[in-house]
């Protein structure tokens, strides 16, 4: 590839990038900017793990599930701030404390870091046993979601997404009995119907300990000791 073609490539990327962990207001750029980030994550895969088929989209879906991995299309569902109904708005007004902070915090958790935790969950599906409803599945993709924006320098919007997940994880209560911790409640939950709220818990809950969590190492080394266990 000539050497300005891939010196353009590399910035469009790197511009798709930056408009994310904000609240996108137009639906083809939140989808085309999506594709284009998640480019880049199945290249790191791939240079991983080569021969891996890898091809997962990203689509406008606006679910009461806001984002979500699709195992049988194989597409990441991303939601849009306008097309929430009324009850999600009122969620994250209800956790933040305002509606300013809770259109905020919207956009840097599903406009932004939970990609590629859906990415992460792919990668479960496509390379590694699969994916389940389990406390282990879902700090597995968020984990996979830190150290990928981590390897790709976005240190700013993971501090402003800690500081809204302690926000919020404060002003959200605990589901489990008293006598069960969070793991154990969440262990697998399999065909039960939890509210925003209490699942809200325990994926806040996970982020602020993956983010504290000073032993964790490299997304490469991490995702070539998952290929090897």
């Not at 119907?193 to 983010?211: A, E, R, T």
């Amino acid at each position: 590839m000539p050497l300005l073609l891939t010196m353009l490539l590399v910035v469009n990327l790197t511009f798709a990038q930056e408009k994310w962990f904000t609240p996108f207001t137009d639906s083809v750029a939140l989808v085309n900017s999506a594709n284009k980030t998640a480019s880049i994550f199945i290249k790191d895969i791939q240079r991983i793990h080569p021969g891996i088929e890898f091809d997962v989209s990203a689509i406008l879906n606006t679910t009461r599930s806001l984002v979500f991995y699709h195992q049988n299309t194989k597409t990441v569902n991303l939601p849009l701030w306008e097309q929430l109904v009324p009850e999600q708005k009122k969620f994250f007004y209800d956790v933040t404390g305002d509606e300013a902070s809770g259109k905020i915090a919207f956009g840097l958790f599903f406009n932004g870091f939970y990609l590629p935790h859906e990415l992460g969950h792919a990668f479960q599906h496509l390379a590694l046993d699969g994916i389940s409803p389990t406390y282990d599945s879902e700090y597995f993709a968020n984990t996979v979601a830190m150290l990928w924006w981590r390897k790709q320098n976005r240190q700013e919007e993971l501090k402003m997404c800690y500081e809204y997940a302690k926000k919020m994880w404060a002003r959200l209560p605990n589901p489990a009995p008293n006598e069960m911790s969070v793991q154990e409640f969440f262990k697998d939950f399999r065909g039960r119907s939890l509210s925003p709220y209490s699942y809200g818990y325990m994926q806040f809950y996970q982020f602020i300990q993956i983010y504290e969590d000073t032993t964790l190492t490299d997304f490469d080394t991490f995702i070539k000791q998952a290929l090897n266990k």
